[in-house]
């Protein structure tokens, strides 16, 4: 999703929520809006999964504390994709933390330039949408491609479609998927990612049904609460339905 989006509540309830054995969403919004995730290990390397809007700093922050780290202690950061959703708030964990980033080389020259990529004929005003969209620029340091594991046992998927390099994360030391933007789950429901945002709505659609193949069991999503156990299952009852 992008840009505009409800407003920053006070951190209530839980700055974090552990979704499987170190495993950890950190809602950057009220309401479960918007997902930031942080993946522990056992020698306290802290791998941060997107970083939330530019001015949701503070949820981040607040959620990586309540896991006993800091955002000055961050080891690594990945990308979902280039949407200042998600994205955005990347640069602060950066100039906090000295970490490197790891984004899809599709992706990367937007989030270089703080720029969402070309959004797709569907959506009215899209030069509008692209200019409200942009964010502070991202230092990637390095692009990994599709089925690429990276250190602390996370794989990439590409899901390309709401952006061109659109990643899924598969953390495989817990059987947890990360969908990203490809899919969400709203109001007790799995969705097809936010079609006025996607770059291409039909390549989106064919992501989709990927993640239904992979191996996994808890689902976390950058819009929504997870689903804790059976995520595949309810994820492939979803895409079923759809054809
Ligand atoms: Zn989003
Ligand atoms: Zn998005």
């Not at 000295?98 to 937007?110: E, I, K, M, R, T």
């Amino acid at each position: 999703m992008a840009p505009r989006l409800g407003t920053v509540g006070p951190v209530g309830r839980e700055p974090a929520y552990e979704i499987a054995p170190g495993v950890w969403r950190i809602p950057v919004m009220t309401d479960d809006a918007i997902n930031a995730f942080a993946f522990v290990e056992d020698d306290g390397q802290v791998t941060l999964l997107d970083a939330g809007l530019p001015y949701t700093g503070r949820r981040v922050s607040a959620g990586l504390r309540h896991l006993g780290s800091d955002v000055s202690e961050v080891t690594r950061i990945l990308v979902t994709h280039a949407h200042n959703d998600h994205a955005g708030g990347i640069a602060r964990v950066v100039s906090a933390s000295g970490a490197p980033v790891l984004a899809h080389g599709s992706d990367a020259g937007y989030l270089q330039a703080g720029r969402v990529p070309p959004i797709g004929p569907q959506t009215r005003a899209r030069r509008a949408w692209e200019i409200l969209g942009r964010y502070r620029a991202v230092p990637v340091s390095a692009t990994v491609a599709d089925g690429e594991t990276v250190a602390g046992g996370l794989r990439a998927v590409h899901t390309p479609g709401h952006t061109p390099g659109h990643l899924s994360w598969l953390h495989e030391p817990t059987a947890t998927l990360i969908t990203g933007d490809a899919v969400h789950f709203y109001r007790g429901e799995v969705r097809i990612g936010m079609r006025l945002y996607c770059h291409d709505v039909a390549l989106n659609e064919r992501s989709a049904h990927r993640l239904g193949d992979l191996d996994y069991d808890a689902v976390g999503f950058t819009h929504g609460p997870e689903i804790r156990r059976g995520g595949r299952a309810a994820l492939r009852a979803f895409l079923a339905a759809r054809g």
